[in-house]
């Protein structure tokens, strides 16, 4: 027996589009349960239904939501989402500052300070300011390895 299919394009991929968030097959808005089980049978089936791009929502989610979501995820009876935000924030405020650190000893200390150390010669007096991406230990370590001296900007 051939099957009929009396739904269009848009109102299939809005229910399949409904099915892919995790609606349950009853909760489809207004359309029969069979029609709805039939259409996600094709759908799963290869060849059979396309899935067209665009006319719902995007389906992705945002840093803030998956954020959220971590957090809901490790949160339980006995330690709330704020506490492990607040956890989670310290453990990236440290690998942040290295990751800074690091990227300027690569693009401003390497590039510039060697060049202009190789033109005034030994006498050579790094000073820089008193930033934070500047004080890192990753810094002062690059600038002890090449015996530059460093003075500190006068505040």
Not at 1 to 20: C, P, S, V
Not at 111 to 128: E, K, Q, S
């Amino acid at each position: 027996m051939a099957r009929r299919n009396n739904l269009d394009d848009f109102t299939r991929g809005r229910m399949i589009g409904k099915l892919e968030e995790g609606r349950t097959v009853t909760s489809v808005a207004a359309i029969n349960k069979s029609v709805v089980s039939r259409t996600w049978k094709a759908f799963q089936t290869p060849d059979t239904a396309i899935r067209k791009i665009g006319g719902d929502r995007p389906r992705t989610t945002t840093a803030g939501n998956d954020r959220y979501f971590i957090l809901r995820a490790k949160s339980g009876r006995r330690q709330p989402t704020s506490t492990i935000a607040q956890q989670r924030g310290d453990n990236c405020r440290g690998l942040l500052g290295s990751i800074i650190g690091d990227r300027y000893c690569e693009e401003v200390l390497l590039p510039h300070v060697r060049l202009f150390r190789g033109a005034i010669g030994p006498d050579f007096i790094f000073m820089g300011d008193n930033a934070r991406p500047n004080r890192t230990v990753a810094v002062q370590e690059l600038l002890e390895s090449e015996d530059i001296t460093r003075m500190d900007w006068p505040a």
